[in-house]
Structure formats: C-alpha cells, structure tokens
C-alpha cells in the first residue's frame, strides 16, 4: 500500500512539473519581457536557487506586462556624453578578437574507454548552483582518475536550495549518462544489494592533484565498495593534470552538463525575447544583503544599514573575519561595484540609454532605492527567472559582472570556450577611484571620465590569454588559492588556434 501511494505522489509531481512549464512556456510566448517600473518596488530572487516546481512561470519582479511603448521597439536613446563621438556603436558590441582559438576536447589517440570499475563513487555537491556545477565535472575527472563508476551526484539541499529538487530535475540526466559513456560508467542509483553496503565517507583534500587520488584514494577500494566525496567543491588542482583529465573536464562542463530540457527551453526563449530588443548586457550585479556582510563593504549605506551587515557578519559562525575596514576593503577594489556605479560605468563605455539590460542577481541590498540612480539611466532593465540566469548571461552580447563570485567565473568561463565572447573583467580599485572623484567634484562625468574608464578596460574584454598560475611567494593552500581556476579559463588545455587552411587544417596548441 504504501509503495502504491509513492507511486502516485511521483505521477502527480510529474504531472505537476509538466503543467507548470507549459504554463511558463505558453506566459513567455504571450508577453514581452519584464520592465522594472519606477512606481514599484523590485523584488529580486537568489541568482543560485533554482525555483522551485511549483514556481516555474513566475513572473519576477513585478506582475505588470511590458508598456505598449515597448511591445516594438526600445526607448528613444537619449543624449549621453558624447558617446556617439567616443566609440562608435557597432565597436561597443564586437567582441575581441578571438585569435582563432576554437573548442578542442576531443581525447588524445592512446586515450581508452573506461577500465574496468574498482567501485561506487557517490558525490554530495555543495554550494549554489555554479559551484555545483563545477565540483560535479570535478568529480567526473576524479571517477576517471580512481576507476571509480559514477552515481548521479546528490544536490545540495541545505544550503540554498529549499525544496525537493534532484539532479534530474535541473540537469538533463540522460545526457550526462549519454555524453560521458566513453569516459566514465556513470549510473542513477546504487545497485539494490549495496544498498547497505559499508561507505567509507571521505572529505577529499583540496587542490588535489592526480598522485593524490591514485594513491590515497584508489587505495581506498581494498577495503570498501563505495566511497562518498562528502564534498565536490575545489577537489582537484587547476593545474598540472594530464591533458586528457584537463579535456575530460571541459567535456563534462560545456557538452554533458546541460540544463534540463524544460529550463533550456525557457532560456533559449527568454534569449530570444531579449534579441528581439537588438543586443543586449548581462549584468552579474553582485549587491545582496550576506555578500555585503560577509565583505564587510558599505560605501553608500546608511549607518543602520552598516551596523545590520556587522551583526550579520558577526552572528555567522563559519564566517572567519569579524572586523573588517570597509574604507580599506573598497580602495583595495575588494567590493562590489553599486548599482549606481555600474550605471555611471555603462554610461562611461558610451552604452546608450535605451540599451537593454538584463538583471542577473538576487535581492539588492536597498531595493528600489538602492537600483534608482541605474534605472534612470538605462530604463530598460529586464526581469528575471531564477535558474535562467546562466542561460542568459552565458548567450549575451555582452556580459559585465560588477564582483566576481562562482556565477560570474562560471559564465566568463563558458564564454571564453565558446569563442571569447565580450566579458568585461572590471577594475574596481581603478574605477572607485575615478568614482569618488565624481562624489567628492573633482570630476564630472563626461567625456574625461569616459575616456579614463574606456583606456583602463581597454585590455579587460575577454581576449584570449592562458589561464594565470599562482601569485609569486604563495605558499601551501595560498598558493592554489590564488590560481586562476580551470573553469574561469580553460585555456590552453581545451582551447586550440587553427593553423592557416592553405598550411594546414589541423587544430594545434599555442
């Protein structure tokens, strides 16, 4: 009886789950993209929690449709600085010149199908969504490297996600298993008769490298069956790993790893409800109330706003870092940009007001008052739908996250892979001085600001360059710490230059 009753709970969340698409997908085609109104105050979602079921077809934001002004076309452009005369339009969309580098993962000739499987590797992912991500595709290449058979990783439930979700219900599962057939045996459950099988539960060492799992962890398999990564998070070194393990990375994280069919259906779709705008920008606007606590910035705030952070930051347990100089922190370019910077540097690139904007981010600290100064600039910020942020920001003309987080490293990542598509790596400790110059009169915005904004970034547009080791005089930890990691930019190990056709077609590295 009581298998009969979980039978049809599993029916009727399906059933659910495939009514509440096509309701997402039916509002989509009916309407525009969302505006952010003056008169209302926004409403932001974590850009790393997938909705829930029963939340997909929301609209975020607000509830209102587009204005008839905006059911054709954008809003007049309004005059700027001069920005007709600092950078021509078309040069604000190129992208950089990719040099020929071109996606190259495909296995070395002595590269073999997978060995004969030593046991169970069973993978609780923690953290947001990209940081999933990344220690998932992590975890594959560990598979490989121990002759581990993979069992479909188990989301993190606890610390964003509050609901039921499972791999299957955000990443197209059957793909995964499908795509990396001829790399890793791959599986959905445990076998029944290990089911109760002893596990040994093993926090896998940091930055790893491969000697480290071959030896100490491979060992493992004498004396168990199953071994459990208790966490995928930056397991294995960015560095140093035979070029196949590094190819089998970008092969999970850019062709298994796919969303699942009824969230790429809704990205592609939002996608093209904001192309049909012209191009557009993904902006990664890192402002929410625990990223500010935990870095202590509170250029702008109110003091009660200031003191609310600290309380936070100093009520949160395994945060390590109690007393922090929010001055220093900012000069040191350790904070995000604001809302309103973001909108002074827009304005300083020469975009024009009526270019469309795409939010990708989670509560603003301040709300409406807080977003004012931006959205009176560039009046054609778009709403989102959680979970599709990725989708969006990893397909934009041009992508600008105002912090760096696991998001914004993910997207730059995945746009450097698919052909170094225009990222803007901001300088904040730059740019905050030029900022509170304009706060303090010593500049005003125009075409010295724009000029001084446009030589600093001038370089930092996603060009092709190999990914950066560690800083000189790290040591230990610190030293992979402060690695570039392999997903921020995966080149040179699955990025290849193409030789000239009339010398020769084939694909080399650089």
């Known amino acids: 009886m009581q298998k009969r009753r979980l039978r049809t709970l599993v029916i009727l969340r399906k059933l659910l789950v495939c009514a509440a698409c096509s309701i997402a997908l039916v509002a989509l085609l009916s309407i525009n993209v969302h505006l952010f ?46 920005a007709s005369e600092i ?45 999933m991500r990344a220690g998932i595709c992590d975890m594959v290449a560990v598979a490989r490297i121990i002759n581990a058979t993979l069992v479909i990783p188990e989301l993190d439930k606890r610390s964003f996600w509050q609901d039921s979700s499972n791999f299957s219900d955000v990443f197209d599962e059957e793909k995964f ?7 890793v045996k791959v599986i959905k459950k445990l076998p029944k008769d290990l089911a109760t099988a002893t596990r040994a539960v093993k926090h896998f060492r940091s930055w790893s490298g491969i000697d480290y799992y071959q030896e100490e962890i491979a ?10 990564a208790a966490k995928s998070d930056s397991r294995l070194a960015n560095n140093n790993l035979p070029l196949d393990i590094q190819k ?43 990223m500010l606590a935990f870095s202590g910035c509170t250029h702008g705030l109110t003091p009660v706003e200031a003191d609310e952070l600290r309380e936070i930051r100093e009520n949160t347990e395994y945060w390590k870092v109690k007393e922090i100089d929010a001055t220093e922190q900012r000069a040191k370019g350790y904070c995000p940009l604001t809302p309103k910077e973001v909108g002074m540097f827009l304005n300083a690139l020469g ?27 560039y009046p054609f910020l778009m709403s989102k739908m959680a979970a599709l942020d990725y989708i969006v920001s990893v397909e ?4 600008i996250p ?40 010593l500049l005003k915005e125009g075409k010295n600001l724009s000029n001084r904004v446009i030589e600093i970034h001038k370089r930092r547009q996603g060009s092709p360059r190999k990914r950066k080791g560690p800083i000189s005089g790290t040591k230990g930890m610190d030293r992979f710490r402060s690695e570039e990691a392999f997903y921020v930019n995966p080149l040179p190990d699955c990025l290849c230059r193409k030789e000239s056709p009339d010398i020769n077609s084939s694909l080399v590295i650089r």
């Open 37 to 82: 109104p003056s008169s209302k105050v926004p409403k932001f979602f974590d850009s790393y929690k997938l909705p829930a079921q029963h939340e997909f077809g929301y609209q975020s934001w607000t509830t209102e449709l587009v204005p008839p002004h905006l059911s054709k076309s954008p809003l007049p452009s309004h005059k700027l600085y001069g």
């Open 87 to 131: 950078l021509e339009y078309g040069k604000l969309w190129k992208p950089p010149p990719n040099r020929d580098f071109v996606p190259c993962v495909e296995p070395s000739p002595n590269y073999t199908s997978p060995a004969e499987s030593q046991g169970y590797l069973l993978v609780h992912a923690n953290g947001g969504l990209n940081q």
């Open 177 to 183: 298993i499908s795509s990396l057939a001829n790399d």
């Open 219 to 228: 060992s493992m398999w004498t004396d168990y069956q199953v071994i459990r």
């Open 248 to 290: 089998l990375r970008c092969r999970a994280c850019y062709e298994a790893l796919r969303f699942a069919p009824h969230i790429e259906a809704m990205g592609k779709l939002l996608v093209e409800r904001m192309r049909s705008y012209g191009p557009y920008i993904a902006l990664h606007l890192r402002y929410e109330k625990d």
């Open 351 to 377: 975009f024009p007001s009526n270019t469309p904007v795409y939010i990708a981010a989670g509560e603003i600290y301040g709300g409406d008052s807080r977003m004012a100064d931006l959205q009176s600039r």
């Open 396 to 399: 934009s003309d041009v992508f």
């Open 402 to 441: 105002s912090y760096s987080g696991n998001m914004a490293r993910a997207v730059e990542g995945h746009r450097r892979f698919l052909g170094h598509r225009k990222t803007f790596s901001l300088d904040r400790k730059a740019l905050v001085r030029l900022f509170d110059k304009v706060e303090s009169g």
